[in-house]
């Protein structure tokens, strides 16, 4: 399967960006999926995840409250709605597909090209 993150951009610290991520090569409603994160200088974080139907999701603390990830599979289509947004949400954002265990800390593969995300103060 192929993925392309997109949406990103510069926004105000408070703001707010929808970030998708497009999915091809393979059926898409088969997969659990994520959203990760890296910022300069950091690891790569699991931002949100999300079961294939869309029933289940996963958030990191950080983002509790803030970010909504949703699925469209007649689309092929992941969401990551992220409403007000802080300084340190900066980063490079990527979906992928979790190839195997659980959600919050299986394996993801099939990395796409991200997306960036910058939030001035």
């Known amino acids: 399967v192929q993925l392309q993150a997109s949406g990103g951009g510069l926004v105000q610290a408070g703001g707010s960006l929808r970030l998708s991520c497009a999915a091809s090569?393979?059926?898409?409603?088969?997969?659990?999926m994520g959203w990760f994160r890296q910022a300069p200088g950091k690891e790569r974080e699991l931002v949100a995840a999300?079961?294939?139907?869309?029933?289940?999701?996963y958030y990191t603390d950080s983002v509790k409250g803030r970010f909504t990830t949703s699925r469209d599979n007649a689309k092929n289509a992941m969401y990551l709605q992220m409403n007000s947004l802080k300084p340190e949400d900066t980063a490079v954002y990527y979906c992928?597909?979790?190839?195997?265990?659980?959600?919050?800390?299986?394996?993801?593969?099939?990395w796409g090209q991200g997306t960036l995300v910058t939030v001035s103060s």
């Open positions: 999300i079961n294939w139907n869309g029933f289940s999701t």
């Open positions: 992928a597909v979790l190839v195997s265990g659980t959600t919050s800390q299986g394996r993801y593969d099939y």
């Open positions: 090569g393979r059926t898409f409603s088969n997969y659990n």
